[in-house]
T-cell receptor, first 117, second 112 residues
Framework: AQKITQTQPGMFVQEKEAVTLDCTYD???????LFWYKQPSSGEMIFLIY??????QNATEGRYSLNFQKARKSANLVISASQLGDSAMYFC??????????????FGKGITLSVRP | EPEVTQTPSHQVTQMGQEVILRCVPI?????FYWYRQILGQKVEFLVS????????KSEIFDDQFSVERPDGSNFTLKIRSTKLEDSAMYFC??????????FGNGTRLTVT
């Protein structure tokens, strides 16, 4: 089974509007971390936001927030007030504790976001 | 802000040749990783490295691949005899004890 599922093939949003990028995950671990990364066309991987499985509040980082619904195993990224520079590929990823202290990140397939002026 | 640096940014090599991809992780980080991304596809885990040894490796990381941390600062990925299907972007990453994974800008490897 897929550990991280990102089913939206491509998303479009009008500049200054909010957009939600979906991510569901699958794990039997009780302790895990969820991450979102942005990959612009230049190719680098930029860390955006992190949510721990035991965190009671949804993570926020500036215009990014993570809508964490543990029972549904979803960790959607919300970008508020979209900017043209937000156009990029967005990857959801998970790290499970059962893999040990240096367990790897497992990535989803990614979602392409295009912001329209 | 400290960052992971990778060299070269682009490497072109002929099939069957050896390549070494170089990385300098963030200095106080303890855990090191190599990932790869074939064009337009997902980011795939290759190998993790901690305390001077491999912690975990994926099915992709076969006998043609090796990693080394020769001098306490560099972290290298060697592909002994490259194949066409090794063409990809290779990312080095590092993290501290409780920090998120920080990626380098990647090395685009083209095997002709």
């Amino acid at each position: 089974a897929q550990k991280i599922t990102q089913t939206q093939p491509g998303m479009f949003v009008q500049e200054k509007e909010a957009v939600t990028l979906d991510c569901t995950y699958d794990t039997s671990d009780q302790s895990y971390g969820l991450f979102w990364y942005k990959q612009p066309s230049s190719g680098e991987m930029i860390f955006l936001i992190y949510q721990g499985s035991y965190d009671e509040q949804n993570a926020t980082e500036g215009r990014y927030s993570l809508n964490f619904q543990k029972a549904r195993k979803s960790a959607n990224l919300v970008i508020s007030a979209s900017q043209l520079g937000d156009s990029a590929m967005y990857f959801c990823a998970m790290r499970e504790r059962q893999g040990g202290a240096n367990s790897k990140l497992t990535f989803g397939k990614g979602i392409t976001l295009s912001v329209r002026p | 802000e400290p960052e992971v640096t990778q060299t070269p940014s682009h490497q072109v090599t002929q099939m069957g040749q050896e390549v070494i991809l170089r990385c300098v992780p963030i200095s106080n980080h303890l855990y090191f990783y190599w990932y790869r991304q074939i064009l337009g596809q997902k980011v795939e885990f290759l190998v993790s490295f901690y305390n001077n040894e491999i912690s975990e490796k994926s099915e992709i990381f076969d006998d043609q691949f090796s990693v080394e941390r020769p001098d306490g600062s560099n972290f290298t990925l060697k592909i002994r005899s490259t194949k066409l299907e090794d063409s990809a972007m290779y990312f080095c990453a590092s993290r501290g004890e409780e920090s998120p994974l920080h990626f380098g800008n990647g090395t685009r490897l083209t095997v002709t």
